[in-house]
């Protein structure tokens, strides 16, 4: 550990949605702690998400922790730029301490501590939560060609708006929400294809984002053995998507085989011309920082028990999807995830016999 170097007793990487709910219950509790974050400014990944972007819930349960995300003064779920307006002041109304843009390029063992090498210098840090989510860390398949096809090929998290497609030939590729609100803004402006492994999962019309986090805790609940039918990767029926379905454009087709400099080759041998393809295959934990620490596994993820990591337990991991707890990856979820873990990091702390508040 570097002389003079930066200390404090717990740090955030990621300064979204989970970082946010986090620093809350940190707040509370009275503790030290930092947030940083690699965005120039407030929303984490929601500042990369496509313009039409809505959420599956209504406001009120979509909020963190402390104070509800104001109802919306349009027709329908909150959209991206109410998210964005509402993190924004979220942050503001808690005074979190956010530093931003620093990006974490690596952590590392330093007697006793965890040492980040940022790019404003070197932080240390008794404990260290990673929340860095998914977003910088999109999954493309590995299929025969791709690296060939000449086109325009985009992955969701680079998705923009529809208009870019316009008069094209377009595969949108991917059976969950992603893929069928996409697929649902690109077909009246495109010729569209929509290409899944197999048949997309429609929920109810009356289902919506309250439910799917229920199904999420009680697959956690219930076990490998005991999932429940339904999850969160199933396709909500928000107004855009029912709108696509009376039209008749959430048609699927299965995936095609391989792709060529010009387009794609389908299972029964025909070759189809394309103009773009949009990419709908999801994420995958962005842990890259942690690698120096030796543990990330084999599958990307850490091993962790209640968010601690197992082979190195000064660092904690949250938001990254039902591993790090049920629904954590989500608005709600992160609220409920961030409760439990702040209570576990002030445990962690008590050795210090530092005189903290509650976090209740």
Known sequence: ???????????????????????????????????????????????????????????????LPGWL????????????????????????????????????????????????????????????????GTWSHPYLPDIPGRDLFKGIQVHSAQYVRPEDYAGQTVLVVGGGNSGAQIMAEVAPVARALWVTTHDPLFLPDDVDGRVLFERAVARMKAGPSETPVGGIGDIVMVPPIKEARARGDLVTVRSFERMTATGVVWPD?????????????GFR????????????????????????????????LAGYGD?????SATLMGAARTARALAARLVVALAPREQNYGSIS
Request: hydrophobic share 40%; glycine share 10%; charged share 25%.
């Open 323 to 327: 591993w790090t707890g049920p629904g």
């Open 269 to 281: 041998g025909s070759e189809m011309a394309v103009d773009a393809v949009i990419w709908c295959t």
């Open 69 to 132: 995300m104001p109802p919306v003064s349009h027709e329908g779920y909150p959209t991206r730029a109410d998210v964005l307006d509402y993190l924004s002041r979220y942050e503001q109304r808690y005074e979190l301490p956010i530093r931003r843009p620093v990006r974490v390029e690596a952590v590392k063992q330093a007697r006793g501590h965890l040492e980040l090498v940022t790019s404003s210098g070197p932080i240390v840090a008794r404990h260290l939560v990673s929340a860095t």
């Open 1 to 63: 550990m570097r002389e003079n170097a930066e200390l404090h007793d717990i740090v955030i990487i990621g300064g979204g949605q989970m970082g946010l709910s986090l620093g809350y219950y940190l707040r509370r509790a009275g503790v030290d702690f930092l947030i940083l974050d690699a965005e120039d400014g407030p929303g984490g990944a929601w500042r990369h998400g496509w313009e039409s972007l809505r959420l599956f819930s209504p406001a009120g349960y979509s909020s």
């Open 285 to 316: 934990p962005a842990l890259e920082h942690l690698r120096a620490l030796g543990a990330v596994e084999a599958d990307g993820r850490v091993l962790v028990e209640e968010q601690r990591s197992i082979k190195e337990p000064r660092l904690w």
